[in-house]
């Protein structure tokens, strides 16, 4: 069964820095891609950043390019999400999914973790 755990959530303030986790496991994940997506209160679940599993592949939402890094850690089987240069608009519950290919909709992610909520304070 595949599960995906997100961590790292918080309170931070504008212009700070989050890093967030996501632990995976029940799937051969290098033929697999994972994505992070966001949701603010009252939003639809908008797409982040997504990797292919060996990190060759990495795709941006406009809003974030330049200040949100996605990686992925083979060996511990964890993608993470590096967040700079915070804004109040990115406040969001961020969720880690995974499907077969590396793209932005998220109707294409087969499955998803319960979200870690990410705080940004100006």
């Known amino acids: 069964q595949v599960q995906l755990v997100e961590s790292g959530g918080g309170l931070v303030q504008a212009g700070g820095s989050l890093r967030l986790s996501c632990a995976a496991s029940?799937?051969?994940?290098?033929?697999?891609?994972m994505a992070w997506f966001r949701q603010a209160p009252g939003k639809e679940r908008d797409f982040v950043a997504a990797?292919?599993?060996?990190?060759?592949?990495?795709y941006y939402a406009d809003s974030v390019k330049g200040r949100f890094t996605i990686s992925s850690d083979n060996a511990k089987n964890t993608v993470y999400l590096q967040m700079s240069s915070l804004k109040p608009e990115d406040t969001a519950d961020y969720y880690c999914?995974?499907?077969?290919?590396?793209?932005?909709?998220?109707?294409?992610?087969?499955?998803w973790g319960q979200g870690t909520r990410v705080t940004v304070s100006s």
């Open positions: 029940g799937r051969t994940f290098r033929s697999y891609s």
């Open positions: 990797i292919n599993w060996s990190g060759t592949i990495t």
């Open positions: 999914a995974t499907g077969p290919s590396v793209v932005t909709s998220r109707f294409q992610y087969d499955y």
